[in-house]
């Protein structure tokens, strides 16, 4: 194959495969003519073609199986289709005579479509090439990604290239309606994540490769006398200067040519960021607000360092125009948060993301966290947050909806795993992502094989195609009551902010204020029960799951609490210190009057 020289980095799209463009201008209703021709009876393809051909605005007009070409002919002439598709799957010598009589008739049509398929087995496409009427051939077993190339006017032909979109939202935007495929890889040895990344992309499965670094190299990649050499490919793979970066852009170019990303690190975070554009073009940055420190245990700086360089980090990826991802609401949630301060968090990320001047804002949706919550209640959870980020949306602010399956909730049986991929997938599907991030179905046993994450983005495409062709509605009044639930609960959480500075420079911008975002931990308005003994945050939280919500349970009363009362209660034995918390005051007085 061709090698591509690292200076494409330089322009928004690469040129891939060959294709023939089609210059006229299309109607708002364009329409498609399908059928199987002589005796073929196999509809299965022609059904799959026509699927996504509805999904991209088509009208399909399936003519039948074992259709006589008189009977063709006719309908071309009267509906005048934009693209008429053939199909014959039996035995290439009974073609011949059918193409010969079809290529005769079509030529004395006045006006014929503007494109022409024919779909059949190996041996019968040679048969159909042979008399170069066709615009493009289909034998079967065609990835969605090439069905939609061809559905968008790009074919893949011998003589020209197709341009796909190397840059997020534009991919995004061609993909459309359905999501672009993200899935995580690395592997502990550099030669088998290049060879992996290779296979990946010639599958056409997916649309961005997530590159997994090890522990090594986001922590020390800048300081590799601080490497611990035991601990190479620890997490991911180890990736010890630009020419292992520049390594993985050129593996990634062949297939589909997928985006890479990559993890932000856990320090140096503007100049691994600059490495990341000048190597693989990173597709976008994904930067926590409280994580990936000392208080996880995931990074040496504090947790007031590392908001701070977070802040600075999410800041320089919005002057730049890259698309950011605060990754930061589903770990509370990983540690058994309550529902509501997940949803706080996100609202508070957006708002983060939009103070910096982030122009697009990636909203990860993580399902299946706490993996004990019920799909319903995670579908409100997640409406919830998606609501009220979409509150903020406007000309220089919008948000882009990525989901995924918790990894937690993977059973360590592959078969079950493989069904709980599904299952999740099709509740997330509700959301019509824009992105959906598979995790691979083995990640609960052992990190994906480049096999492993095709058949997961196989399995995954598989729902997909399902949901959209259908008008399956999961949100039910019970989802409904719990999303605005959270939202009210959240809502609240986020208007106290301004209330936790303690002077006129801290409360002039309060959601990007470093103090006022560590009070939200070091008090436990933000907390989770996994944090208990943590010297950053309370842990004093418990929680349980009711009714399929994760919820805070009073443990002297044994009665859950909604997160408006438990803060309350937080905010009475430490209002005496923020002059702002007077309006609260007030309301903790009138709490205390009414019991």
Same mark, same amino acid.
């Given at each position: ?184 890889? +690395?592997?502990? @040895? /550099?030669?088998?994540? *290049? =060879? ?5 992309? !010639?599958?056409? %499965?997916?649309?961005? #490769? ?88 995931? +990074?040496?700086? @504090? /947790?007031?360092?590392? *908001? =701070? ?5 999410? !800041?320089?990826? %919005?002057?730049?125009? #890259? ?111 824009? #992105? ?160």
């Amino acid at each position: 194959m061709k090698k591509f020289r690292i200076n494409y980095l330089n322009f928004p799209y690469i040129r891939v495969i060959n294709i023939t463009r089609s210059n006229s201008k299309r109607n708002t209703e364009p329409k498609i003519v399908a059928a199987c021709i002589g005796q073929c009876v196999h509809v299965a393809g022609a059904h799959n073609f026509m699927s996504i051909a509805t999904q991209l605005g088509y009208n399909c007009i399936f003519i039948g199986p074992a259709t006589p070409i008189p009977s063709i002919i006719k309908v071309i002439e009267r509906v005048r289709p934009e693209i008429v598709g053939l199909s014959y799957r039996l035995t290439p010598h009974t073609v011949k005579p059918l193409l010969v009589e079809f290529e005769r008739e079509y030529m004395k049509l006045k006006v014929k479509p503007k494109k022409l398929f024919f779909a059949g087995t190996p041996k019968v496409v040679e048969e159909a090439k042979a008399h170069e009427i066709f615009d493009h051939y289909f034998i079967g077993g065609e990835s969605k990604y090439q069905i939609l190339a061809a559905l968008k006017g790009e074919f893949a032909d011998q003589q020209v290239q197709q341009e796909i979109p190397m840059e997020l939202i534009s991919r995004i935007e061609w993909k459309k309606p359905y999501p672009v495929i993200r899935a995580h890889f +690395g592997l502990p @040895s /550099l030669e088998n994540t *290049i =060879k992996g990344i290779e296979e990946i992309a !010639e599958a056409s %499965a997916l649309d961005i #490769i997530s590159i997994a670094p090890d522990q090594n190299t986001q922590q020390n990649y800048f300081h590799p006398e601080e490497c611990i050499q035991s601990l190479s490919g620890a997490g991911g793979v180890p990736l010890k200067s630009e020419a292992d970066f520049f390594k993985l852009h050129e593996a990634r170019l062949r297939g589909n040519f997928p985006l890479l990303r990559i993890y932000a690190g856990t320090r140096d975070f503007i100049k691994l960021a600059e490495l990341y554009q000048r190597t693989i073009k990173n597709a976008w940055a994904a930067i926590p607000i409280f994580w990936f420190n000392q208080m996880d245990g995931r +990074g040496p700086l @504090s /947790l007031k360092d590392s *908001i =701070k360089e977070h802040l600075k980090a999410i !800041e320089w990826h %919005a002057k730049n125009n #890259i698309p950011v991802e605060i990754n930061d609401p589903h770990h509370w949630g990983l540690r058994d948060a309550p529902d509501a301060i997940e949803v706080a968090d996100m609202f508070l990320c957006g708002i983060i993301a939009k103070t910096l001047g982030v122009r697009y804002f990636i909203a990860q949706y993580m399902f299946n966290t706490p993996p004990s919550n019920s799909l319903e209640m995670d579908l409100a959870k997640n409406l919830a947050k998606d609501e009220l980020l979409h509150e903020l949306v406007d000309a220089n602010f919008k948000i882009i909806r990525q989901t995924r399956t918790g990894l937690a909730s993977f059973p360590l049986n592959l078969e079950k795993a493989k069904g709980q991929l599904a299952a999740a997938t099709l509740i997330q599907l509700t959301m019509r992502p824009d #992105i959906l991030h598979v995790v691979s179905y083995s990640e609960a046993s052992h990190a994906a094989r480049p096999e492993e994450i095709i058949e997961s983005c196989n399995i995954v495409d598989q729902v997909i195609d399902q949901v959209y062709s259908s008008k399956l509605n999961v949100i039910d009044d019970r989802v409904t009551q719990r999303k605005e639930d959270l939202i009210k609960q959240a809502r609240w959480i986020i208007d106290l902010i301004p209330s936790l500075t303690k002077s006129t420079d801290e409360i002039q911008n309060p959601y990007i204020n470093l103090e006022a975002l560590t009070r939200l931990v070091k008090h436990g308005i933000f907390d989770a029960p996994h944090l208990k003994n943590n010297k950053y945050a309370q842990g004093k939280i418990k929680t349980k799951i009711i009714d399929g919500a994760c919820i805070s349970w009073d443990d002297q009363l044994q009665k859950p609490i909604d997160e408006i009362e438990r803060i309350l209660q937080i905010l009475s034995k430490i209002s005496h210190e923020f002059p702002q918390l007077k309006q609260v005051r007030k309301k903790i007085a009138k709490m205390e009057l009414m019991e």
